[in-house]
């Protein structure tokens, strides 16, 4: 079963490659394979992580112990499993996205999009913020904290001249950079070098990244290949 599943694999690979040489319906069968399998398999988890244990258990139980107090008898358990009907409230709300079904009615989608953005944004800016910002520039100045004999670190602690001139070019980097996305002035004179030269560093990082990617890529189907070369060549050999 897995040398199947390695032969599935490495099908749909040399699948996924075909596209380097033109469109065809080997790469649309293996790209809408995919998206079909993602989007089953992201509804699956969706039910059984998210509908079935935040929603629909906590509300039946909640509605069985509004029967047991309707009939008159309560018991702590049922007080506390009354607390599932506050579940009706982001259920109505997660309905209101079907309101795009209704073109009357399609504004409605408007509430849940809004709560979605807002909770997303409270959530995600003060990670952004402490990832890409707070986190970036102590790292790029940290660096100069070893740098002797400018401060009082141990011999064995401080920085070589190679280490110091890669902290002051991850600097100059980080400056140019950031001074290609300062949109608010005009480039011009020194803004306008700056910017040339951040351009050039996201070169070379996005360079580096992709090479990085491709190399990683290459070294699996590279991987794939060779286990069906020696698969073809062990059938073959056991043949005669």
Known sequence: MEVFGIWVAAFLTLCIYSFLYRDNPFYRFAEHLFVGISVGYLI??????????????????????????????TTPETRKALRGLFRILPIAIGLLFFARLSPSHTWLIRIPIAILIGFGAGVAIPN???????????????????????????????????????????????????????????????INWLSKVGIAFLM???????????????ALMIHRVGFLINDWIGSFGALF
């Not at 070379?204 to 290459?218: E, W, Y």
């Open 44 to 73: 699956v988890i969706g039910i059984h992580e998210g509908v079935i244990p935040l929603a629909w258990e906590p509300l039946s139980k909640a509605m069985n112990a509004l029967w047991t107090e309707i009939i008159g008898e």
């Open 128 to 190: 952004v913020l402490q990832a890409n910002i707070f986190a970036q520039t102590r790292g790029t100045i940290e660096p100069f904290a070893a740098i002797g004999p400018f401060v009082d670190v141990p011999p064995e602690a401080r920085l070589s001249t190679f280490d110091i001139f890669g902290a002051i070019l991850m600097v100059i980097g980080v400056i140019c950079t950031l001074t290609y996305f300062f949109f608010s002035v005009e480039h011009r004179g020194p």
């Open 204 to 218: 070379i990082g996005f360079g580096a990244a992709f090479g990085n990617t491709v190399m990683g890529r290459l």
